[in-house]
């Protein structure tokens, strides 16, 4: 497989364009990376045009520069870096056009959207898109309700909210009628239809016909409807994985069981030369970066056990010096470090290695059960293996 660049990443870190060709040059990737910040996000968002000599698909859409600029920053309370305030509101759209462009493409010649998952880094572009051609769109049903709901991304912020001050984290900026009216009917909607949700693995279908060299895999655990393409067959193919499995960074799981549960169908993937992620750098051993992974979560979960001897909050847990690679500030909202600590708290309660010990002013505080962290960790190696076992209740 080879690589070509056609353009370099801006001082931002976005614009690159580079083209992935197979050795028989029938099938062709193009991977365009678009604004997003680093400091509230994951950072530039990668989009893949995957062109089999058939069909043209675009995998991801990235976010618009202005929904970053009018929303992200004020939701979190936290002031816009000069930089992306200097930016025009329509600068991912032009990166995306551009790139485009570059690799031979306009967007009347996309043929399907297919969104990884419905996180609004993956798919608020998708209304840009979609009005300048005829494109069918495919996501999974499970993460439908955010993608197809002009109200899906308020909707998650405001049901979420209580979850979030339960843990002890600061709230972040009142859900005030300031803040509803940029959702109003004056504002851009970024929700669209999607033609073909997908239900079940294997070769990609529309319109009841296989797409030639492309499958689809259901990857939950980062969201409940996250999928992936895999582009190819036989000894060289490519997994186009959306933010299941990223690097350098590491993805934060929504729940933590099916996520380990989709590392374990991961490793057993065949074949898979090159595994290219909405975010970061690429990826040429997959099975390698899944281990890491999986040891990165064990690891995690024995430093969360052990220092729930005492009365934890989640919040306690995730603004403990060296809990992440990164300073998180405890006065300020952050609902990424405290998701990733939650979710870890909530899969030792699973198994009965936390219990909640008290509430105190809305706020819940977990202290471990006292057994050896590895006889907690064997329960928990269990549940991920029993696939027949699932919870009811997940808090």
Not at 52 to 80: A, C, S, Y
Request: hydrophobic fraction near 35%; charged fraction near 25%.
């Amino acid at each position: 497989m080879q690589g070509k660049t056609y353009k370099a990443n801006s001082e931002l870190g976005s614009g690159r364009v580079r083209c992935f060709s197979f050795s028989n040059h029938r099938l062709r990737i193009t991977q365009i990376t678009t604004f997003c910040p680093d400091i509230i996000g994951p950072g530039p968002c990668h989009q893949y045009l995957v062109d089999n000599g058939e069909v043209l698909i675009l995998f991801d859409t990235g976010i618009p520069t202005h929904l970053v600029q009018t929303m992200l920053f004020k939701w979190r309370n936290q002031p816009m870096p000069p930089e992306v305030k200097a930016l025009p509101p329509d600068h991912s759209e032009r990166e995306l056009r551009e790139g485009l462009k570059l690799a031979g493409y306009a967007i009347k010649d996309i043929n399907f959207l297919v969104v990884s998952h419905g996180h609004a880094d993956h798919y608020t572009m998708g209304p840009t898109i979609l009005g300048e051609g005829d494109i069918q769109t495919i996501a999974h049903i499970h993460d439908t309700p955010e993608i197809c709901n002009p109200w899906g991304m308020l909707n998650l912020w405001i049901s979420r909210r209580p979850q979030m001050m339960a843990t002890g984290m600061p709230p972040p900026r009142p859900i005030d009628p300031s803040f509803v009216r940029t959702f109003d009917k004056r504002a851009p909607d970024f929700s669209f239809r999607i033609d073909w949700p997908v239900f079940v693995e294997g070769p990609l279908r529309v319109k009841g016909s296989e797409v030639r060299g492309i499958a689809v895999k259901h990857l939950p655990g980062h969201s409940p409807g996250s999928i992936s393409l895999i582009i190819g067959d036989g000894e060289a193919r490519v997994l186009l994985c959306g933010d299941t499995i990223l690097f350098p960074i590491t993805p934060h799981p929504n729940d933590l069981l099916l996520y380990l549960r989709t590392l374990e169908d991961l490793e057993k993937l065949e074949n898979i030369a090159l595994a290219l992620p909405g975010h970061g750098k690429a990826v040429r051993d997959l099975k390698g970066r899944v281990i890491f992974l999986k040891k990165h979560h064990r690891g995690r979960l024995r430093c969360t056990y052990e220092a729930c001897k005492k009365p934890r909050s989640v919040w306690d847990i995730a603004t403990m010096h060296r809990y992440f690679d990164v300073y998180v500030d405890p006065a300020k909202f952050n609902p990424l470090a405290g998701t990733e600590a939650l979710v870890h708290m909530e899969l030792l309660k699973m198994v009965d290695g936390l219990d909640r010990v008290s509430i105190h002013n809305g706020v819940h505080y977990f202290q471990n059960c006292g057994e050896p962290f590895e006889l907690v960790y064997g329960r928990i190696t269990d549940l991920v293996r029993s696939r027949d076992q699932t919870s009811m209740m997940r808090y």
